[in-house]
């Protein structure tokens, strides 16, 4: 059984690696930032406050994992909305057992986030915390973005992403951090493909094929 943690901050492109390196290796695949979208998204669809920690928590245990495919969830207000009900002790320990689950599958996971490595799957077999500048991030986002015709400038997304990163570390509740033993990936000056075949060779190193 093999368990990957990618954690990182917004729009490091953490998503995608995990989703090759999951291919990569044959193993199943959890983008975990769905979970708190999907809260965020049935809080606000229920005509709740996204502070309404009681809500959240009663959403939360409710949340049904086949309703994570639902394309709004990868909007921008599902994001801010996300990192909003993440900031909540008990919504994050209702997620845990599902996120636990997934990795203990026969023959193991791929999980990404911004807590697998440190509280969800500290014995993780090998964990990669993936970077990159905030211009970067946002400007990748951005395009990202554009080609969904979601309107936003630049600037706009860059406070999104400067924004959502100081609540995401600064919490007290599982912050965003890397764990210790995890391999830092800088990905500012790398694209895709080799961000990738760098991450294969971390994990390689940590899993020995
Ligand atoms: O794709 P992006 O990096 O923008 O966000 P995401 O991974 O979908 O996560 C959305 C929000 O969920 C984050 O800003 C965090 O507040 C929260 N999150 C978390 O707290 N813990 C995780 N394991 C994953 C996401």
Redesign the pocket.
């Known amino acids: 059984m093999t368990i990957i943690a990618i954690?990182?901050?917004?729009?490091?492109g953490?998503?995608t690696l995990a989703k090759l390196i999951a291919r990569h290796w044959g193993l199943p695949c959890l983008?975990?930032?769905?979970?708190?979208?999907a809260v965020a998204r049935d809080v606000s669809a229920r005509g709740f406050r996204l502070t309404d920690a009681w809500a959240a928590l009663a959403l939360a245990r409710a949340l049904d994992p086949r309703t994570l495919d639902d394309p709004s969830?990868?909007s921008q207000a599902?994001?801010?909305g996300?990192?909003?009900?993440?900031?909540m002790p008990e919504v994050?320990a209702a997620l845990l057992d599902y996120?636990r689950a997934f990795a203990a599958q026969p023959g193991g996971a791929v999980?990404?986030?911004?807590?697998?490595g440190t509280v969800?799957c500290p014995g993780a077999d090998a964990k990669i915390y993936v970077t990159a500048r905030p211009q970067v991030r946002a400007w990748r986002?951005f395009v990202e973005r554009q080609a969904q015709s979601e309107a936003a400038t630049f600037d706009a997304v860059l406070a999104d992403?400067q924004r959502?990163?100081a609540?995401?570390a600064g919490?007290e509740s599982?912050p965003?951090r890397a764990a210790p033993d995890a391999d830092l990936l800088e990905t500012s000056e790398l694209d895709i493909e080799a961000a990738f075949e760098a991450a294969v060779g971390l994990i390689k190193r940590k899993i020995g094929r």
């Open positions: 954690d990182g901050p917004a729009a490091s953490k998503g983008d975990t930032g769905l979970l708190y979208r969830l990868r599902a994001g801010e996300a990192s909003i009900v993440a900031g994050r996120q999980l990404d986030g911004r807590d697998i969800v986002r992403i959502r990163d609540r995401d919490r599982a965003m």
